[in-house]
């Protein structure tokens, strides 16, 4: 079993910045995730895929963040963050933290608004 928390989502204007993080915890003390990234889910739309990474593998982007948000992760924390810029009326969403640790597993959730 893999816990995920999100954290930094929030209300801003477009054309700005938000920086989302995702913590990773288990009952096993070392532990390496597979794979992790975020998926966001609008209201009336269907969850799609912001950014994803596998081990040994190169970061892979929806097409319509591209060249705006970038994932980081720092493997000693097990923490992955989501650096948006130049945000959008249309990213606003729902965004969720995924992993893949054997079985797949979801964080809450964290809103983010951008108001234009």
């Known amino acids: 079993q893999v816990q995920l928390v999100e954290s930094g989502g929030g209300l801003v204007q477009a054309g700005g910045s938000l920086r989302l993080s995702c913590a990773a915890s288990s009952f096993y003390s070392t532990f390496t995730i597979d794979a992790i990234g975020w998926y966001r889910q609008a209201p009336g739309k269907q969850r799609e895929l912001v950014a994803w990474?596998?081990?040994?593998?190169?970061?892979k982007y929806g097409d319509s963040v591209k060249g705006r948000f970038s994932m980081n992760r720092d493997n000693a924390k097990n923490t992955v963050y989501l650096q948006m810029n130049s945000l959008k009326s249309e990213d606003t969403a729902v965004y969720y933290c995924?992993?893949?640790?054997?079985?797949?597993?979801w964080g809450q959730g964290t809103q983010v608004t951008v108001s234009s």
């Open positions: 990474i596998e081990s040994g593998q190169t970061t």
């Open positions: 995924k992993c893949r640790f054997g079985a797949d597993f």
